[in-house]
């Protein structure tokens, strides 16, 4: 995701502001409001229009995002390079963790199919949340690990059926 797409608009909030939208996720569930408020200080909102590619398979780019308004499809390439749609993700689910923690390139792409609100975390933010914000780096990466773990087991479901 480019800030410099004409079709991605960051939106100036303040970590108060930021606070508001995590909390209308199931992010809002799992973290106090104080919590909320300092995570606002590490993460961006943005404006994506539909159609746009918001992550690239291939790209190198560290970001996780938080769909907190719209809906996404994502897509892999298959062997003779064809795209194949894989999921599609509505709010307030998340893409991207397996690129924030693990620093390889994306997996897959991510495309907007419809007009988005997206808030972002980028490794470096997540890393200066590490020394500044200990507690809650730790919480947020439990998160993801969660969420990466509810995932491998749906795919695992999925796999057994196709064996």
Known sequence: MSAKDKNIER?????????????KTTWGNDFSWDELINLGKFIQAFKVKMNTVLFSE?????TMAILVEGTAEIFKSSANNQKKSIARVKSPQTFGEMSL???QPRSAEVQATSNCICLLLSKEKFLEMSDKQPKLAFKILWKISSLM?????QVSGQL????
């Open 101 to 103: 923690i693990d620093g």
């Open 149 to 153: 773990s509810q995932r491998l087991r």
């Open 11 to 23: 939106i100036p909030l303040n970590p108060e502001e930021l606070a508001k939208l995590l909390d």
């Open 58 to 62: 291939g790209q190198l780019n560290q």
């Open 160 to 163: 057994v059926d196709l064996v």
